[in-house]
């Protein structure tokens, strides 16, 4: 051995010694299953009652649940660049879809990447430059297809035959068998593109709720009686907004939708096959719809099922993937030390108030689901309600890997919340801001989360909002005015003002 050699064989045995590790010895791996607009209330763990996720559950009953997963900005790529910095969006530079990152910043799979850590990106990326820290990418170009889908490697772009979501999984097993180096601790993403708009199910679900009624949330004709402005003037009610052909299916109505374009660019992409069996599935239903020809209500509720259902059979082939996933880490003997995460970017409506879509501070898509397995570390089917955040993920990541968390990350390592320790300084509040101002017409707000109230603030209209979850967990009732909350929004908005400056977001 030259003394090259040596020293390098030297310094790579003492940035091993560093790493976190289970209790078998080995460092910890970290797996990370990820996907695009999955609603926590179409997570079965979480109760809500619409369908069933086993192989998510799995994670959940042999690890902990998250009740309160706050995402700082509750839109796509803003949330990706969260993840991977650490850093709320105004110092990220990606505040809204429309930016593009900066890959050449501090991020944690590049840190991981010197500890000695093999990492890899599979899926749904969407961060317009192309993903640096990763020793191994294959990403779908922005939003990607969900049928016969396009990839790109680095300097080149394939299409690959089949459903998204199932690829995805394939390309995720490929690597764990055949991609990796053994030798190494690895961090891998396998990110889905499901269920993100325009909920396109695989051809093995298309028959799924078939004869079936999936129950409307309370929500669903919400007339935002006591809201600021702000909420009358969103472009994503179910009722007015979803397009007929992109959305609904019903090319023969595509003329009547909202908005123009209204095309479904997936259908031309199918096989013969595939489109056969979409048509066999669609067809019957729109001719019913053409006869019965609803009106009103009933047609918003017509809407809200075909929406629904899509989407869940999307997720449910979300979900049959994660538990090839589970089952491939049991047979390979990699379960014991290997931290398995599934979340998702952040929430969505499923009907609440009337909407599809994201970006509000409101609960649907503020929170986001999170389920965590580590063997050893984690209790079996806990369950934990600290306001734990997307933004605390990379210094989770880097925790469990035994590496420093450089002082600018601004969340913190939820390692000792996992491990049910009592954390008796982590956050009590939390700092929300969204920025986009395009599809939807959501006005940009930032506001405060607490365990109790949730204050928003429409900075545009100078407006105001306050709901009281332990009185009103639909948030129907904005008591911003009311007499007997005025110390309330005293308070809340001091904490706010402390917010921003702690997240330096004034400069
Ligand atoms: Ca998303």
């Known amino acids: 051995m030259d003394r090259r050699t040596f020293l390098s064989s030297l310094s790579a045995a003492a940035l091993t010694s560093q790493l976190g590790r289970a209790a078998n010895g080995k460092p910890w791996n970290i797996l990370m299953m990820f996907s695009d607009d999955h609603a926590w209330q179409a997570v079965s763990a979480y ?16 690890g902990v649940r998250f009740d309160q997963c706050l995402v700082t900005n509750s839109i796509c790529a803003p949330s990706r660049a969260v993840v991977l910095t650490g850093k709320h969006s105004h110092l990220n530079g990606v505040p809204d879809n429309a930016a593009s990152f900066d890959g050449s910043q501090q991020t944690f799979p590049k840190l991981l990447q010197k500890a000695g850590y093999q990492t890899a990106m599979i899926g749904k990326w969407h961060l317009k430059s192309d993903p640096t820290g990763f020793d191994h990418w294959e990403v779908l170009p922005g939003q990607g297809h969900y049928y016969n889908p396009d990839f790109l490697i680095k300097g080149g772009k394939h299409r690959r035959e089949g459903y998204v979501t199932d690829i995805i999984g394939d390309l995720t097993l490929d690597w764990l068998k ?23 199910p695989a051809p093995n679900k298309l028959w799924m709720f078939e004869g079936e009624d999936i129950p409307e949330p309370k929500t669903l004709f919400d007339n935002y009686k006591t809201r600021a402005k702000p909420a009358y003037l969103q472009e994503m009610e179910i009722d007015r907004h979803m397009r007929w052909n992109h959305d609904m299916k019903v090319p023969e109505w595509a003329e009547r939708s909202f908005g123009k374009n209204d095309g479904n660019a997936e259908i031309p992409r199918m096989t013969p096959e595939q489109r056969r069996q979409w048509d066999a599935a669609y067809g019957p239903r ?6 019965d020809n609803p009106q009103g209500r009933d047609l918003v509720r017509w809407k809200y099922q075909r929406y629904i259902k899509d989407y869940l059979r999307c997720i449910s082939s979300v979900d049959d993937n994660v538990g090839r996933v589970l089952t491939h880490l049991d047979a390979a003997g990699l379960a014991e030390n290997t931290l398995v995460v599934y979340s998702s970017d952040q929430g969505f409506y499923l009907g609440e108030h009337g909407w599809f879509d994201k970006r509000w501070i409101y609960e ?6 999170l389920v965590m397995r580590m063997p050893g570390v984690i209790e079996r089917g806990s369950v934990n309600r600290n306001l734990v955040s997307n933004l605390d993920l990379a210094q ?25 320790e009592p954390v008796k300084d982590w956050r009590k509040s939390f700092y929300y801001h969204y920025y986009e101002k395009g599809v939807h017409n959501v006005a940009p707000h930032d506001g405060v989360r607490t365990d109790r109230y949730t204050l928003a603030h429409f900075y545009e209209t100078k407006e105001w909002e306050l709901y009281d979850l332990t009185r009103d967990p639909h948030q129907i009732n904005n008591v911003v005015d009311d007499d007997a909350y005025q110390n309330v929004v005293k308070e809340l908005k001091a904490e706010l003002v402390r917010l921003r400056k702690h997240y330096k977001v004034d400069g």
């Open 286 to 291: 729109n001719a019913k719809l053409f006869k």
């Open 47 to 62: 109760g809500g009652g619409l369908f069933k996720t086993p192989h998510i559950d799995r994670i959940a009953h042999e």
């Open 396 to 420: 989770t990541f880097l925790d469990v890997a035994g590496q420093p968390q450089p002082s600018d990350m601004q969340g913190a390592s939820m390692l000792p919340v996992m491990k049910g």
């Open 364 to 369: 649907e898509s503020l929170r986001t689901p």
């Open 178 to 200: 055949n991609g990796r180096d053994p030798n190494k601790p690895f961090m891998l993403f396998s990110q889905h593109k499901a269920p993100h708009r325009n909920w396109m």
